[in-house]
């Protein structure tokens, strides 16, 4: 164990154990604790949004998908960006001027029942303990690496870590962390990819050609990984449309004031991820060719681990614990904010609203928030901790499946369908998340004749991520349920409340808040 990592280390984790104090004295009220108050600018929770963009998967495993796999690893990077305009322009605003705490909070505002809130919940749950466990998973090999300790320990540790800072900051201590975190991993990915740059004469051609006369050129063409156009179309469908059903991103919305600080945040995300993606072709390019795609199989069979042996290659020892300390840093954000929105779900959702009818004091909510957060943790860590094997990129976008084919048909439906109805909410939900989970369990991440995944044999559905067969599928149940339910619903009291939601999608004003 070198000083100059656990320097680093104790570095960033001071940092951010000074800011959730702050926070902490900050933190009284439910609103305090889920949305800091609405009080955060727009280039606050844009650096914030992009936090939770910039996770491990994005740091960790985008980086080692580029260096195992080439261009095939670049389509994580161009999906996560052009995800970012959907959201800009379909989702950000009817989001924050129709929900409050919640992705749930959003739903019920047009229908108010509890099974529509269960669903929503179920499926904010799955969301968020899929894409911990990837963190988990990054933080762990990343720790394993610097430190030489037990994989079980790394993980315990930044499980304790993350829930010390929800419990304690709420979302202020959540979002300065990632704001913190975004700005160091921005300047260490950027020093790196200058430093990698550097070595092949700040010639990008150069570095090209340097790639396919050792490598092959195959790495610079899709093929490598998605042999299938199908399968890359289902990636990148995925990737474009699950980030505006990702419940941790749609919760940022709610910490700002407005919609037209919501529209801003995106704006400023949209330019953060943009340079930072770009970035990581250098990443992954330089440890395909410096380090050595063996040397990176090595260490992680997943490729985890290529961008801090790339930091280490180029700067050292004292290269590699900065950028560890970075990457540590990101796992901490970003878990800290799937976190909070797990916590959100258990206790807002199903303790607060469901079984509570909502009649809690705003002592009780707090404290119901911090027990879910509990538990939420607990989950999240006891499954990482049998996921080791696994690229924490291929998890992230089965999150994202999941969130393009269960959460985003129903939001758009809610927000511009006059004729959708609860049954075909719930319906939609249901379908998008048991689909995903069922098409999930029998494709090539989870079956693999060579031992390559989790079990042995040969997957059923031959679709890493079956996105182009579920998003259609949860499009098409939510328009089903509507159908069928069409005749338990009193259409002039339905059209009615439609009125009033696109109004106050639009205008952030409610009806029965205008005096007449």
């Known amino acids: ?83 970012n305009l959907v959201l800009l322009y379909i989702i950000a605003e009817p989001m924050r001027n129709l929900g409050r705490f919640t992705l749930a909070d959003m739903l019920t505002a047009r229908f108010n029942e509890k099974r529509i809130r269960g669903v929503a919940a179920a499926s904010t749950i799955t969301i968020v303990i899929l894409y911990m466990i990837a963190q988990l998973v990054g933080a762990g090999a990343l720790i394993k690496l610097l430190f030489g300790i037990e994989y079980w320990l790394a993980v315990l540790i930044v499980g304790v870590m993350m829930t010390t800072y929800v419990l304690f900051g709420g979302m202020t201590a959540t979002s300065w962390v990632q704001i913190i975190k975004a700005g160091l991993l921005l300047f260490g990915t950027g020093m790196l990819a200058v430093l990698v740059f550097m070595k092949f004469d700040f010639n990008l051609m150069t570095m090209f050609d340097t790639i396919a006369q050792d490598h092959g050129e195959e790495y610079l063409v899709p093929g490598q990984k998605y042999t299938s156009t199908l399968d890359s179309v289902s990636m990148m469908m995925a990737l474009v449309l699950g980030t505006s059903g990702l419940p941790h991103i749609l919760m940022r919305f709610f910490t700002v004031k407005d919609a037209k ?49 790339l930091a280490e290659y180029l700067g050292g020892n004292i290269m590699l614990s900065f950028i560890g300390a970075v990457a540590f840093a990101t796992i901490l954000a970003v878990v800290s904010g799937l976190v909070l929105t797990g916590a959100s779900a258990i206790s807002h959702d199903i303790y607060g609203e469901i079984i509570k009818d909502g009649q809690l004091t705003e002592k009780q909510q707090v404290l119901a928030a911090r027990i879910g957060s509990i538990s939420i943790a607990v989950i999240s860590i006891f499954l990482a901790l049998g996921a080791q094997s696994l690229n924490v990129s291929f998890l992230v976008s089965f999150a994202f499946c999941i969130g393009a084919s269960a959460n985003l048909p129903v939001i758009i439906y809610t927000i511009y369908w006059k004729k959708f109805n609860s049954t075909g909410a719930v319906t939609a939900m249901t379908t998008g998340l048991v689909s995903c989970l069922i098409l999930g369990a029998m494709g090539p991440n989870i079956w693999s004749p060579t031992g390559n995944a989790i079990f042995v044999g ?16 949860g499009f098409f149940a939510g328009w089903l349920g509507s ?13 009615k409340i439609y009125k009033e939601i696109r109004v106050k999608a639009n205008t952030g004003i409610a009806v029965q808040d205008v005096s007449h």
């Open 1 to 83: 164990m070198d000083l100059v990592t656990v320097g680093f280390f104790v570095g960033i984790v001071g940092l951010t154990l000074i800011v959730t104090y702050i926070a902490a004295k900050k933190t009284s009220s439910a609103s305090d604790f889920y949305t800091a108050g609405g009080g955060l600018k727009g280039w606050q929770n844009g650096f914030a949004i992009a936090g939770d963009y910039l996770s491990a998967a994005a740091f960790l495993g985008v980086s080692g998908a580029i260096a195992l796999t080439g261009f095939d690893g670049f389509f994580f990077s161009v999906g996560y960006v052009v995800a």
């Open 261 to 309: 600080t919501a529209r801003s945040s995106i704006s400023w995300t949209t330019w953060i991820t943009a340079i930072f993606f770009s970035l990581t072709i250098f990443l992954g390019f330089g440890a395909m060719h410096f380090v050595g795609i063996d040397q990176i199989i090595a260490e992680s069979a997943a490729g985890n681990t290529a961008a801090p042996l």
């Open 458 to 473: 040969d997957p059923l559905v031959n679709l890493a991520v079956p996105a182009i067969i579920t998003i259609p599928l």
């Open 483 to 495: 159908v069928i339910g069409a005749k338990k619903v009193n259409q002039a009291e339905a059209e």
